[in-house]
């Protein structure tokens, strides 16, 4: 039997590129007007087909009927993400990278990319400017809106606390909620070795990404020390962190996009997730006789966990198991999870049958309607925390005579 669990939590890692057939045009060649972004990506994704020695991916737009669902990674974070859910095989959304960066742009793995601030950073990127980020942002304005119009649900990731991600990132989400989008935020904190400057910017970033977002999940990689194994390789360690923001985006979209036993509606999704603040992610997957209830007691009671789900508002889960998933086992999470919630919790879930979990259960929560405050435990807190003055210094023993010091 082997249980694994990655769990993350909410209320605070990670490219704008196109692919060309010649990579030596100039920079003003690989910029893409709002007009035209479509017609470029369906040409490059023709050409795509015919050629069997290409290496990139296509985007996968979902069919009319279904709900749009985009991810739009914001910064070189972001870019990352995007990058490590397209290599996963995440489908039926379209993904989007925007950055200051145009060199940063050549890796990404999605034919939509949208460079941004082109006047203000010439390219260059923000220099971990978030001010700057914003700048871009403003100045394409135009080109970021044709990205999130005529979408249902965007997810917009991030890697918080450098420049182009922090800057960006709140305003791709006002332009998305003020369309009528769903928009859905998940992004990471930094890690506490990446240094003050950059935390401090993260927190404001996050603050301002919240007012923007219906349901905001941050991922706090410094709680990935409590899962990686000691001596886990530095560049491991950020991969993780990739993947933790790729298991948040498909945690939510195979509900809506993936035929299953039990299907959900976009419509019921919006329902929880509508204007509900912070969010708990939760991953849970097991194998072995009790691998139902030990995957979904995993995915809400992990290291990263900080929160207990009785105190969500709405939860929507999503099981995915190999084609011997048995009612019961179905039944068995169901039962854990809502005797864990509280019962005026408004709950759904979806469960998908998936070949590559042949002899185990995954099990994703993702649990709304926290506020700030209840989302901190051991000394982290998506509030403006890193930048409290430090407590003064004990009085000397002969002073102390009651009060706070002296007890």
């Given amino acids: 039997m082997a249980t694994t669990s990655t769990v993350m939590k909410s209320s605070a890692m990670m490219n704008c590129s196109q692919q060309q057939q010649q990579r030596s045009s100039s920079l003003s060649s690989r910029r893409i007007s709002s007009s035209s972004k479509r017609s470029i990506g369906v040409s490059l994704n023709r050409r795509k087909q015919n050629s069997s020695s290409s290496s990139r991916k296509e985007t996968v737009v979902v069919s009319a009927s279904s709900a749009k669902i985009k991810v739009v ?18 489908s039926g959304v379209e993904f989007w990278v925007v950055n200051t960066d145009a060199q940063a742009l050549v890796n990404a793995q999605t034919v939509n990319v949208c460079q941004i601030g082109e006047q203000v950073t010439r390219g260059l990127g923000c220099g971990g400017n978030p001010e700057l980020g914003e700048v871009a942002a403003n100045e394409s304005r135009d080109k970021l809106n044709e990205i999130v119009k005529g979408s249902d649900l965007v997810f917009i990731t991030a890697g918080m606390g450098g420049g182009t991600g922090s800057g960006s990132a709140p305003v791709v989400a006002r332009m998305s909620k003020e369309a009528g989008n769903l928009t859905v935020g998940v992004v990471t904190y930094p890690f506490s070795f990446e240094g003050r400057r950059r935390i401090v910017q993260a927190t404001e970033a996050i603050d301002a990404l919240r007012k923007n977002v219906d349901t905001l999940i941050v991922i706090p990689n410094d709680r990935l020390l409590d899962v990686c ?28 996009t993936v035929s299953g036993l039990v299907n959900v509606d976009f ?12 969010a708990m992610l939760g991953v849970g997957v097991s194998s072995g006789k009790n691998r139902a209830e030990e995957a979904a007691v995993a995915a809400m009671s992990a290291p990263l966990v900080e929160n207990s789900i009785d105190k969500a508002t709405g939860i929507v889960f999503n099981i995915s198991g190999g084609p ?35 002899g185990q259960i995954s099990v994703t929560i993702i649990a709304t309607g926290f506020t700030p405050a209840m989302t901190q435990r051991g000394g982290f807190s998506f509030e403006a925390q890193e930048q409290a003055p430090p407590p003064p210094p004990q009085q000397p023993p002969q002073q102390k005579r009651g009060g706070f010091f002296g007890r």
Avoid: H, W, Y
């Fill in 267 to 278: 419509a019921d999704v919006k329902t929880v997730m509508k204007d509900s603040g912070t």
């Fill in 324 to 358: 011997d998933m048995t009612l019961q086992e179905i039944n068995t999470i169901s039962e854990v999870v809502t005797d864990m919630a509280d019962p005026s919790a408004n709950v759904i879930f979806g469960a998908v049958v998936d070949d590559k979990f042949s």
């Fill in 73 to 90: 990674g914001c910064g070189g974070g972001g870019g990352n993400a995007v990058n490590r859910m397209i290599e996963a095989g995440v």
């Fill in 229 to 256: 194994p000691e001596g886990t390789p530095l560049q491991e360690a950020f991969l993780l962190a990739d993947d933790v923001l790729r298991q948040g985006v498909q945690g939510i979209s195979d509900i809506i």
